[in-house]
């Protein structure tokens, strides 16, 4: 199964509650003149995935708009505040997650990652036949994306409450593809003053 395919499921409906009164969004902040959100759908486009799914919740007015006229599926999560579990089992359930052999699960809000580490996580899960968890790490510490197969699914259905993969991962017998993107892994922006640090300009 060397071109196992690969859909993205971009996370972006959470209530961003880090950051502070004032109503300000970090998936808002902007990179590079960039709205974060759009930033990393692009970064998503610019893979070898073979659909790039942006789950909202949140604000998602806002998101949607910041994401005109791209080339993505959006799911609306309405049970958005009760956890990343809603999220990722509405990503999951979307057209174009069902067909695919692998789910590469994004979060929105982490400026590091590039095109090229998206394809590294791809690649490596087309390498191991579509039947092998794949993880960014860096220098061994696991972080994000995560690409988990599709033999998966049911054990992400039932996910409850703020979890993520991590539970999945560390439960499945499915071997690991560890691929150590750097620094990127690890980096996400949840305050202000991360995405400041990061090179961001907060705006609303």
Do not use: W
């Not at 080339?71 to 809603?86: C, E, I, K, Q, R």
């Not at 490596?124 to 036949?129: E, K, Q, T």
């Not at 992400?156 to 620094?183: F, N, W």
């Amino acid at each position: 199964m060397p071109n196992a395919s690969v859909a993205i499921v971009i996370l972006a409906a959470g209530r961003a509650s880090r950051m502070g009164e004032g109503g300000r969004h970090k998936l808002l902040a902007e990179f590079d003149g960039v709205p974060l959100v759009r930033r990393s759908a692009l970064t998503a486009l610019g893979s070898y995935a073979a659909c790039v799914i942006v789950v909202t919740g949140h604000r998602r007015s806002e998101i949607e708009a910041a994401l005109d006229g791209l080339a993505l599926t959006f799911v609306d999560n309405p049970d958005y505040a009760s956890g990343m579990a809603t999220s990722l089992i509405t990503g999951f359930s979307s057209r174009g997650a069902d067909s695919a052999k692998g789910i590469l699960v994004m979060l929105a809000d982490m400026p590091g990652i590039s095109s090229e580490h998206l394809d590294a996580l791809i690649s490596a899960f087309r390498n191991a036949d579509g039947r092998a968890v794949v993880r960014a790490v860096s220098r061994g510490k696991p972080g994000n994306p995560v690409i988990l197969p599709r033999s998966l699914n049911q054990a992400v259905l039932r996910l409850e409450g703020d979890v993520g993969a991590r539970d999945i991962i560390a439960k499945s017998s499915l071997p690991v593809r560890d691929v150590d993107v750097g620094d990127a892994a690890l980096l996400d922006v949840d305050t202000p003053d991360e995405v400041l640090a990061a090179g961001g300009i907060m705006k609303k």
